[in-house]
């Protein structure tokens, strides 16, 4: 594959709007270069996750997926899955849906929704716990809940200001490596209307503040179910370029809705 020329796509994901959402690189490939080639490319394209794609030739998914940050290989991205999705099914109106194997998050599904997509995503289930050292590191106000699995870290503020005001220390987040921290608060009051909101941090995954996060909402989805006693509302991840999500539990799956716009198409010259 040394020298190969392959398709290249920079898709904005969960969003509407070019320039906001979260930027995904998505590159479909013949078959897996090394993983030292793989992760020197998420360094190059420097956005929080390059998605590659290989066809998959087992029978269990159409495609082979793998995300990687410009630091490490993650287990599983939901903004870049779906925005793989969007390329694929753009390139064959007739398609509904595309399937991709995971290494470690299963088989997720990207279908077509009206005019948006659909991602399926399983269930990242939480409970309440407590993190007091970290929670002086994500900056005042103290949350009012924790909750809590390996991994993820959701912290429920009181309200979607106290979200906005969050100041974290990075640096001091380091040392929990690529777990996430998950700011959250009902969205009451918020511009964007959302029945909830919030802001994630992965400084261990070399993603300070991330823009659109929907590996965090298959978290925050059962966790605000069960709060608002409902299984479908609306979120807004309230980073500097915004994000959209519908969230919808069914069963042990998390589905968010969202759109898609592509930024760049073009050919990535492998080394």
């Known amino acids: 594959m040394r020298d190969a020329k392959v398709p290249y796509f920079h898709v904005d994901a969960f969003t509407a709007r070019a320039l906001s959402g979260?930027?995904?690189?998505?590159?479909?490939?013949e078959a897996w270069p090394d993983d030292a080639t793989l992760q020197a490319i998420g360094a190059e394209n420097m956005f929080?996750?390059?998605?590659?794609?290989?066809p998959d030739h087992t029978g269990a998914a159409d495609f082979e997926l793998r995300w990687f940050t410009p630091a490490v290989e993650v287990p599983m991205c939901g903004h870049a899955t779906l925005a793989s999705g969007h390329v694929v099914l753009g390139q064959d109106p007739m398609r509904g849906r595309v399937t991709f194997a995971t290494l470690k998050a299963g088989i997720l599904e990207v279908a077509r929704d009206g005019d948006r997509y659909v991602l399926s995503l399983p269930v990242v289930p939480t409970a309440p716990g407590s993190f007091d050292a970290a929670v002086p590191m994500l900056g005042a106000p103290v949350p009012d809940e924790v909750w809590q699995c390996e991994g993820y870290?959701?912290?429920v503020y009181a309200s979607a200001h106290d979200v906005l005001a969050l100041a974290p220390d990075f640096k001091a987040l380091l040392q929990y490596g690529d777990a996430q921290f998950i700011a959250t608060a009902p969205g009451a009051g918020h511009a964007s209307g959302a029945d909830i909101v919030s802001r994630v941090f992965v400084p261990g995954g070399g993603i300070d503040e991330d823009a659109a996060t929907g590996s965090a909402h298959a978290a925050l989805t059962p966790m605000w179910a069960h709060k608002l006693g409902r299984t479908a509302f609306?979120?807004?991840q309230a980073s500097t370029r915004g994000a959209d999500?519908?969230?919808?539990?069914?069963?042990d799956r998390v589905l968010l809705g969202g759109d898609c716009v592509t930024v760049?198409?073009?050919l990535f010259?492998?080394?």
């Not at 979260?22 to 490939?29: G, K």
């Not at 999500?245 to 069963?251: H, I, N, S, V, W």
């Open 22 to 29: 979260n930027q995904a690189a998505v590159m479909m490939l």
């Open 48 to 54: 929080a996750e390059t998605a590659f794609l290989v």
């Open 153 to 155: 870290n959701l912290f």
């Open 234 to 236: 609306a979120a807004h």
């Open 245 to 251: 999500f519908a969230c919808r539990l069914e069963g």
């Open 264 to 266: 760049v198409e073009g």
């Open 269 to 271: 010259r492998l080394p």
